[in-house]
């Protein structure tokens, strides 16, 4: 051990590094200003939803005030409707009112951090399965390794939204259930995906070595062939926010969610729907704003994708 | 190994994965839902208990020492068959066909659950693959754009087009089709479409009407151009141009992806640089060269994209009232039609473990590189 750097300069060195790394990063990002623009966007919203409860009273989504219901009074937008009620009173509603009198933009802001969360949820819950089952049926191979893959196959086979409907109408539709019933559609891609990954990781020589030194098959697995293969996992992850976004919501759209009242996006739109000639801006804002929020992650996800491959690089 | 005996292992696996399905939509409807519900497509109300234990009985719900009907819906373990006993008889009734009555309003007790869905089947079909198509002509050529002219411009743009298609909820989009439609894009002072907003997709109408449109598959398009009817034609494809619309804008992004990845590997082959140093012109590089090799992969896409299609036009199905059994599955599930949706999903995935087969076996019969 004499000829190696000291540990102090090792350090030194691979601080270096990573600033490097950081740096190259930051170059490629101002080079590309679409993925600049996503994780601006999925940043804005992970703020939003963190600083909601303060923005806006949490409670507001029981309170109706029916004298207020269906109205506009924001003078940038016409509808060119011939029954648009005008809002009473000086309080301009920028995005209307909704059919119970609520604000529509008060309630798109109490809603994101709803939808956030229950995507992160899913996203980090099936990570996690995916990288257990994953690594575990790649590492130990033979019946195992079968037994998870066609376990996988099975969920496959059936069309996720198709497969969410039915378990969220067997178990009852309260937000765990539905969360409940999206995650299970979910896990067997991050599955698959880990399990390509570990295949390749395990022929590697270090993997060998560390095997020669005596370490333990669980401790070579989890503590160093996984960290080594998480990385297409974490931009899956990453794009996945965003379409978790999209089958929440879009459950919930079609009727699935826990109460007609709750600040949702999906329910939001399908409050609205009723009112799509009418009141066109109880569909437009909360859809607009799974749009964005989703766009937002997916070019995120598509960006880290694009700085991070070696193979595109350089 | 040869191709016969690739299929064959296929085919092992194929069964696997339905029997694997099937467990888990009966576990679903039976084991987590009281018995009743499991009996309640079969009991039209004239039944007396007698009949209804008796029925009971041989659906393999109730034990043979059952006493009464009132024993077993009071859940008396005597009467209690236990779920994974109930598995073969399910089986049985699942392949003869027996889903008893539809619980659907409108026809519920007057018509059976395998009629309902495959008079409303043809529809989704219809719509999934004008969908499937649509999707190949926007994203073969989009994505061919976009590898060749990679990092540039039109890259750029139809990268965002991919990846906005792609974030794009397809409910809202097709709201926002109809709003369009309906209320703002006009000519002449009309509206493009009827005022009351949704298509008018009820061909089942021109199909009944007589002498005019036979249905020979329950399919709008095709019966009218089987009938040889113009019109009823017409009419079916402006109906279906909407939902094929909003069907395809999600599906657009990730087919694009696949061929521009594909492409641009393709691209940068030795045989690539060959050609072109040889002095063929971009053009002949591309088309004839590179398209062939880099398609590939987006053949086996679409071809799981129709299959996966088929359960995603549930959304579709709703924004826009298509009389298909996507958007019955969800009045299915707020009358707790449990035997609906297990016929669906088992139909879905039945199809979907065939069309990865028999994309599998085209994809090897087109790429003499690929040896089984």
């Known amino acids: 051990m004499t000829s190696g750097p000291s540990p102090k300069k090792e350090e030194r060195r691979s601080s270096r590094g990573l600033r490097r790394e950081a740096l190259y990063g930051l170059h490629l990002l101002r080079k590309n200003p679409i993925v600049l623009l996503g994780s601006i966007v999925a940043l804005a919203s992970v703020v939003l939803a963190l600083s909601s409860g303060l923005i806006v009273d949490p409670n507001l989504w029981k309170t109706t005030h029916i004298a207020l219901r269906l109205c506009w009074n924001n003078p940038i937008v016409n509808w060119n409707l011939r029954n648009v009620y005008d809002c009473s009173g000086p309080t301009t509603y920028l995005l209307g009112t909704d059919n119970y009198g609520r604000d529509v933009l008060r309630m798109i802001i109490l809603a994101i951090p709803l939808d956030l969360q229950v995507s992160l949820e899913i996203v980090l819950s099936a990570v996690l399965i995916g990288t257990v089952f994953g690594g575990i049926a790649a590492y130990a191979g033979g019946s195992l390794d079968e037994l998870i893959l066609r376990l996988t196959d099975i969920f496959l086979a059936v069309p996720s939204l198709l497969l969410a409907i039915v378990l969220a109408t067997i178990l009852g539709r309260t937000l765990q259930n539905l969360t409940l019933s999206v995650l299970v559609t979910w896990w067997p891609t991050y599955v698959r995906l880990m399990r390509s990954q570990v295949l390749t990781e395990k022929e590697k020589p270090y993997v060998e070595a560390l095997r020669a030194v005596g370490a333990g098959r669980v401790r070579i697995l989890f503590r160093h062939i996984v960290p080594n293969s998480i990385y297409p996992i974490v931009v899956q992850g990453t794009l996945d926010i965003g379409s978790v976004i999209l089958t929440f919501s879009a459950l919930t759209f079609i009727g699935f969610s826990p109460s007609p009242l709750i600040p949702e996006l999906g329910n939001l739109v399908n409050q609205g729907i009723q009112y799509v000639f009418t009141a066109p801006w109880l569909i437009i804002f909360p859809g607009l704003t799974i749009f964005v929020v989703s766009l937002g992650f997916n070019l995120l996800g598509d960006g880290i994708r694009d700085i991070f491959d070696p193979r595109l690089r350089r | ?372």
């Open chain 2, 1 to 372: 190994m040869r191709l016969y005996e690739y299929v064959l292992r296929r085919i092992i696996l194929m069964v696997f994965v339905l029997v694997g399905v099937s467990l888990i939509v009966f576990y679903l409807g039976r084991g987590l839902l009281p018995p009743e519900s499991a009996l309640a497509p079969y009991i039209t109300p004239r039944m007396d208990d007698a009949t209804k234990l008796q029925l009971a009985r041989s659906l393999g719900v109730a034990t043979s020492s059952c006493p009464s009907w009132s024993a077993l819906a009071a859940h008396e373990s005597v009467c209690l068959v236990p779920v994974w006993g109930q598995y073969l008889s399910w089986v049985g009734n699942v392949l003869a066909g027996n889903w008893g009555y539809s619980l659907l309003p409108g026809v519920a007790g007057t018509q059976t659950t395998w009629d309902v869905f495959w008079l409303r089947f043809p529809y989704t079909a219809e719509l999934a693959v004008a969908g499937t198509i649509l999707t190949a002509l926007v994203a073969i050529p989009l994505g061919i754009i976009s590898a060749t002219r990679n990092n540039r411009l039109p890259d750029h743009v139809s990268r965002f087009i991919s990846l906005g298609g792609y974030s794009v909820p397809a409910f809202w989009f097709g709201l926002l089709l109809q709003l369009l439609f309906v209320l703002y894009l006009r000519v002449g002072g009309n509206a493009l479409l009827p005022s009351n907003g949704v298509l008018d997709t009820s061909c089942a109408l021109c199909v009944s009407s007589p002498g005019q449109v036979t249905g020979y598959t329950g399919a709008p398009i095709l019966d009218a151009l089987l009938s040889l009817n113009p019109v009823y034609f017409w009419d079916s494809l402006v109906a279906l141009f909407l939902p094929t619309l909003t069907l395809a804008i999600t599906s657009i992004g990730a087919l694009t992806r696949i061929l521009r990845s594909s492409m641009m590997e393709v691209l940068r082959q030795d045989y690539i640089l060959l050609a072109r140093s040889k002095g063929l012109k971009e053009r002949v590089v591309i088309y004839r060269h590179a398209l062939k090799n880099a398609v590939l992969p987006s053949i086996t896409i679409t071809g799981l994209l129709f299959a996966l299609l088929l359960g995603g036009v549930v959304i579709v199905e709703v924004v826009f009232s298509w009389p298909g059994v996507g958007a019955a599955s969800v009045v299915a599930s707020t009358v707790l039609d449990v035997n609906f949706l297990e016929l669906y999903v088992l139909v879905t995935a039945f199809i979907i473990v065939v069309t990865n087969l028999l994309v599998d076996i085209v994809y090897a019969k087109l790429d003499p590189r690929i040896r089984y």
